[in-house]
């Protein structure tokens, strides 16, 4: 089998790679960067004087329009050497089409002052880093070069070199090796310098050119994390609630009824050892039974709190005791080797649990089919069964608290069911 894949580079060639990627662009920045301070001071100047006549709006418009353009060049400029994509940031736009309405709106956008801005200024960074650049370069270069050149600089009677300066001596041997000394320097220094100096006209670029548009995208992720932290609260809320609500119905109906049967039982009973002995014995064996049923209800009841074979054994376990007690057959498939999240598990065993309940009340399915699969971003539950559909996780329907359940847990709850069509209910549940 053969690949295509492109071997790795080395650590010294992406650091080769680097410098040669941060040098052009010191290199090339310099000489926008005066371009653009003189085009920009000009027109910005000279359209700044003349507003007053109208024709400066125009040359304001024009400026910015083109300042633009240079901050897009500059946008895919930095990608390399910051080594990630530098997003366009957003501009704004008239409400119609039209190009006089869209050339004024321009003179109201933000960034495009910023680009500008970045246009009159850039020239300061680029400046500094170019002659950092140029010097290093120079001196690496000439420095370990020595050997090549220096035989033919003519030097006079009254020359001294700087080694002759420092004390050095004036032989040539010593200028050869003082030379070649501050090549071996320059070489060993270039990777940082070079990179230092594009990392700040870099920096000074996407501070300007997508700095505010960066920290427009952040304030959104917020607001947009903490609108669904808000939801998520709110879904836990309703869930805990109708939950609750649930289990005080079904304590209601089941074991608080029995329990007023059997204390009134209890008590007939009590009156009749008096008199009627036999009738007595046959009360309390009723109320026997009466306790074994209630017994049972409270044990079922438990179970919908915190199945104990959940927490002793795991889901895969107790969805195969859920499966069994069920009075639809189900077909089970649930691959779980390992242990999951407490709280993971438990949401996926009440999402398969309320399926079922739901299939067996309500469905009229001849047959259902469970899938519990993990994959890279969390836990899928499918539950799908073949009966009259028409299933719903509206307000009001029996779904809409196991979608609260779901949303509480950060996951999110798909129901398909045509009518006639059997239900298909997937949950996907976040690690």
């Known amino acids: 089998m053969t690949t295509n894949a492109s071997p790795t580079r080395s650590p010294l060639a992406r650091l080769v790679r680097q410098v040669g990627i ?50 897009t060049l500059e946008r895919a400029r930095i990608g390399p050497v910051l080594g990630r994509k530098v997003g366009h940031p957003y501009y704004k736009k008239a409400a119609d089409s039209g190009v006089v309405r869209q050339s004024l709106t321009t003179l109201g956008d933000a960034q495009a002052w910023l680009d500008m801005l970045h246009g009159m200024f850039r020239f300061i960074p680029s400046t500094i880093s170019f002659s950092l650049v140029v010097t290093w370069w120079s001196g690496a270069i000439g420095g370990l070069t020595v050997w090549l050149w220096e035989w033919s600089i003519p030097r006079g009677a009254d020359n001294q070199d700087l080694p002759e300066l420092l004390g050095m001596g004036d032989g040539t041997a010593t200028r050869l090796l003082f030379y ?59 869930a805990e609630a109708n939950a609750l609500r649930r289990l005080e119905r079904d304590i209601h109906d089941g074991p608080q009824q029995r329990l007023v049967r059997l204390a009134m039982d209890l008590g007939r009973a009590e009156q009749q050892f008096a008199t009627d002995p036999a009738a007595a014995r046959a009360t309390v064996a009723e109320a026997l039974t009466q306790t074994r049923e209630t017994l049972d209800e409270l044990r079922a009841l438990s179970r919908g709190i915190a199945p104990p074979i959940l927490v002793d054994r795991g889901l895969q376990a107790a969805l195969t005791a859920l499966a069994g007690r069920c009075t639809v057959p189900v077909e089970l498939d649930a691959p779980l080797v390992e242990r999951l999240e407490p709280t993971l598990e438990s949401t996926a065993y009440f999402v398969v649990a309320e399926a079922l309940t739901n299939v067996a009340k309500h469905s009229f399915a001849n047959e259902v089919q469970v899938s519990v699969r993990r994959n890279a971003t969390g836990l899928i539950v499918s539950i799908a069964d073949d009966g009259v559909g028409g299933a719903s996780v509206a307000k009001g329907h029996g779904l809409a608290g196991l979608d609260d359940r779901v949303r509480a847990a950060g996951g999110v709850l798909d129901v398909s069911s045509p009518a006639g069509g059997g239900t298909r209910l997937t949950a996907a549940l976040p690690v």
């Open 22 to 71: 941060d040098t052009q662009y010191v290199l090339i920045g310099f000489p926008l960067g005066i371009l653009t301070v003189t085009l920009f001071m000009t027109l910005f100047f000279t359209g700044l004087g003349l507003v007053i006549i109208w024709v400066g709006l125009p040359i304001l418009i024009a400026t910015l329009m083109t300042a633009r353009g240079f901050a």
């Open 180 to 238: 070649f000394a501050c090549g071996v320097f320059f070489a060993g220094t270039l990777y940082p310098v070079v990179r230092a100096s594009a990392l700040l006209e870099a920096w000074f670029a996407r501070g300007l050119l997508s700095g505010v548009n960066e920290l427009r995208e952040q304030v959104a992720e917020a607001n947009a994390a903490r609108t669904v932290a808000q939801d998520q609260k709110a879904a836990a809320v309703s």
